[in-house]
């Protein structure tokens, strides 16, 4: 089920980051006392009151500013706002409201979507009479926040969750793979979907309102039936949105949310850059099964070593995912397609394995006994018992004397040990060290 999305807009410079930063408990978001610094849109996820959703920080919104990168943060802001279900407007009470405000104000009535209005940099009670100006923006009763004291942001998520849409489930079987394609624009991503079903299936529309979330296609091969997420979907033809397909990660990160096993697709003739990171970075720490995916190999010009080299290339740029496979393909002529399938049922098998505990505690013991866990302060850690909590992915728990002497090293060690003995090939696995109580 994909979280509903919440979106932060508003001018330069009147605190977004800041909120942000204080919703997801983290400091993701640059912040800098100076107008523009968030330049890209920043992700994160929240809960509050039993909600999950994801919240998008945009850069500052100037209307008129036409260098640039103004021109670039406004059409990620305005696609923040096309991916949005609820948006937070923060406006600056210390400044009062400006005529940017209300030229964003009028974007966002364009928009149709919930706005809630936030009234930062009220500081103290005094200036409780600094937020009624804001009314005058038409959205309703604002809120009066300090990202700087972090008072009433409680009231303002009050305010944002109870506008999300109630969430529906998707009525998939257990048995069906969900598979999402993500990747950076013209790495062809429509194409490898269309390979796979081996019709022309994903078509982009001319026609006005066509959906922008994800199309779900499903397929049968083999008896395994799937489901295809892909992120491109039907795009909106206008004025932002066939510039700005790159800025566009909101899409990827929803279809990562529904998604078993992701395809991180790979520009073979491009090769890898930056953006690719991040948008792996998100299967990852979604911790979803995973696969690179290296298309329009066709067109590589290839000796004896050039799949050596890339893979080499991808494991040092991915190390955070040593565990994902790599296939290399091309959409367009079908080569080495057939490989695709069976490595997505496999890892698909591997997100979903569940260890028995006996097992699990024979290969931990195994590896305590080869390599003994460390002391600090000559007090050693002792591991009493592990056992695997959930799956997708699997999540392992092991109970220690004390948890602050577990160090990370030996932790990853752990790790690699419990992948030896059981593969989870294509799949993060996560560790968490607890306290064994008395109790237990």
Request: overall charge negative.
């Amino acid at each position: 089920m994909a979280r509903p999305v919440i979106a932060i807009v508003g001018r330069p410079n009147v605190g977004k980051s800041t909120i942000f930063n204080r919703v997801i408990g983290d400091r993701l978001a640059i912040v800098e006392d100076k107008p523009g610094v968030t330049r890209d849109r920043i992700y994160g996820t929240g809960e509050w009151n039993g909600r999950a959703f994801s919240i998008v920080d945009t850069g500052g919104i100037e209307i008129d500013g036409e260098d640039e990168i103004m021109k670039s943060v406004r059409m990620q802001a305005e696609l923040a706002i096309e991916e949005a279900d609820v948006i937070i407007f923060m406006v600056d009470a210390k400044a009062g409201m400006t005529h940017a405000d209300d030229e964003v104000a009028q974007m966002l009535f364009r928009s149709r979507k919930p706005i809630v209005v936030a009234v930062n940099k009220v500081d103290n009670f005094n200036r409780m009479d600094d937020i009624y100006e804001f009314y005058g923006l038409g959205f309703g009763t604002p809120v009066a926040i300090s990202g700087a004291h972090g008072t009433g942001i409680g009231d303002l998520l009050d305010a944002a969750v109870e506008k999300l849409p109630e969430q529906v489930d998707e009525q998939y079987d257990e048995d069906v793979i969900r598979v999402a394609l993500i990747g950076r624009p013209n790495v062809g991503k429509s194409s490898l979907v269309n390979a796979l079903l081996g019709e022309e299936r994903v078509i982009v529309s001319d026609v006005a309102g066509t959906t922008r979330d994800a199309i779900d296609t499903p397929f049968e091969r083999d008896g395994q039936r799937y489901v295809l997420i892909d992120t491109a979907g039907m795009r909106k033809r206008g004025k932002v949105y066939e510039t700005t397909e790159k800025y566009s990660v909101m899409r990827s990160l929803k279809a990562i949310e529904r998604a078993d096993v992701v395809l991180i697709l790979i520009n073979g003739e491009e090769g890898i850059i930056e953006q690719d990171k991040h948008i792996a970075g998100y299967a990852h720490e979604a911790g979803k099964a995973s696969i690179f995916v290296v298309n329009k190999w066709d067109v590589v010009e290839k000796d004896e070593k050039t799949m050596q080299v890339f893979t080499q290339n991808i494991r040092d740029h991915f190390l955070f995912m040593h565990y994902a496979p790599i296939v290399f393909l091309s959409a367009k002529t079908k080569q080495r397609l057939h490989k695709l399938l069976p490595i997505v049922n496999h890892v698909s098998e591997q997100h979903a394995l569940r260890i028995q505990t006996h097992v699990l505690n024979d290969v931990i013991a195994d590896a305590v006994a080869i390599n003994p866990p460390p002391t600090d302060k000559g007090k050693r850690l002792r591991i009493n018992y592990a056992t695997q909590v959930a799956t997708k992915p699997p999540t392992i728990v092991i109970f220690v004397n004390d948890p602050e002497i577990m160090h990370f090293s030996y932790e990853r060690y752990l790790e690699n040990k419990i992948r030896a003995a059981f593969n989870f090939e294509g799949t993060p696995v996560r560790l968490f060290t607890r306290r064994k109580s008395d109790s237990d």
